[in-house]
């Protein structure tokens, strides 16, 4: 009865868990954002602190310095964007053109109404109508609740004694385990959040480059357009492929440039996934391939784009703490990248293979 009761007390955990996590996600999300910002933000708000600044004075320099770097770069493509939108105009017009002179020649062939397809498409009443707008606005709100991430990031390093002081008296008897906790959890999200950003830079530079051999005008932007989407996996990669290749459709002559551009980001896309990710960011948290794909998959689920990305490193955390306890560190070898074959290894899977034989035998 133990291992029936001890199963159903985890899966009711995990449920509840679940639960929690998905429902609670407008609480949780900004939270685990903050949490690990204020970790990676933490040695440039110490090095102040060391020269004698104050904490809080501190703080608001290391939050201010990162977003004047990240505003710097979006100044950089600012005018890249309202040159962009400046040609909407000219692009619909385009749109129009091509989606009358390519329905003409299909309807040449199929009728007039192939397939049940009008002359008014959905993709010119996308555009006419309000849903692009309503799209917009939709992600400025999003962006906007955002906003509260910094305020977590600063209360959460200002008052970083305050959660330490709780972690020692809340276990007495283990202040060396919590100390080596903290640490290695804080190492595991500085160095995700230092591979995502190799990663967004190495995809950013290789896009960039194939734009601009390419001939595409803004091709800075959506280089950086890419790259950033990039970070949610599959879904990002999809929408920002399919808006460049749009616009390269819509602004070039000849088929031959929007196919060699899907080809290329495709190429580009598994080379990042099977390549780049797996080696920059897998290795940095020291989780497998199969750990991360399940990670991001379990986060997406759960709370949508910002759990691709979050659940990641929050793997990388699971993985320390179970390796703290003797019954569990089974499975944190689980979910590492170290996999080294032992004799006692070997033998076991020599036993499923004549196993197999018999049973094919028989």
């Known amino acids: 009865m133990r291992p029936t009761s001890s199963t159903a007390n985890f899966l009711l955990i995990l449920v509840l868990g679940s639960i929690v996590l998905r429902e ?5 999300i900004p939270l685990v954002w903050g949490i690990f910002f204020a970790f990676a933000l933490y040695p440039i708000s110490l ?3 060391k020269r004698h600044v104050p904490r809080g004075l501190a703080i608001f320099l290391a939050i201010a310095l990162v977003s004047l770097f990240f505003l710097s770069l979006f100044y950089l493509l600012l005018h890249q964007m309202i040159g962009l939108l400046q040609d909407i105009p000219e692009i619909q017009s385009n749109l129009e053109g091509k989606f009358d002179r390519y329905y003409g ?8 109404n192939f397939l049940g397809i009008q002359k008014d498409s959905s993709l010119l009443s996308f555009f006419q109508s309000g849903n692009l707008n309503q799209t917009l606005f939709s992600t400025g709100k999003s962006l906007t609740l955002m906003g509260i991430i910094p305020l977590y990031i600063f209360l959460l390093m200002y008052y970083k004694d305050f959660f330490g002081e709780f972690l020692l008296r809340y276990s007495r008897r283990n202040n060396d385990q919590i100390l080596n906790w903290v640490g290695d959890s804080g190492k ?7 591979g995502i950003v190799r990663v967004t830079g190495i995809v950013a530079l290789l896009a960039g480059i194939f734009f601009y051999v390419m001939g595409i005008k803004y091709f800075l ?3 950086a357009f890419i790259a950033i989407m990039n970070l949610i996996p599959y879904v990002g990669v999809f929408v920002s492929s399919l808006l460049v290749i749009l616009y390269v459709f819509l602004t070039t002559d000849s088929l031959v440039y929007p196919l060699v551009t899907f080809g290329t980001l495709w190429g580009l896309q598994l080379f990042e996934n099977n390549v780049i990710t797996p080696y920059v960011v897998g290795s940095k948290v020291k989780v497998n391939a199969l750990a991360v ?3 991001i998959l379990i986060g997406g689920w759960l709370w949508g784009v910002s759990g691709m990305m979050l659940f990641i490193p ?3 955390v699971l993985k320390i703490t179970l390796e703290r306890s003797e019954k569990l560190k089974p499975f944190a070898y689980l979910l590492g990248d170290d996999v080294p074959v032992s004799e006692q290894s070997e033998n076991f899977w020599k036993l499923i293979r004549r196993k197999w034989k018999s049973e094919d035998q028989k």
């Open 24 to 28: 609670g996600s407008f609480i949780w």
């Open 47 to 49: 090095w102040f602190e």
């Open 105 to 112: 020649d299909l309807a040449l062939i199929f009728g007039d």
């Open 188 to 194: 595991v999200i500085q160095s995700y959040l230092v």
């Open 221 to 223: 932007l959506f280089a």
């Open 293 to 295: 794909i399940f990670a």
């Open 314 to 316: 929050m793997v990388g």
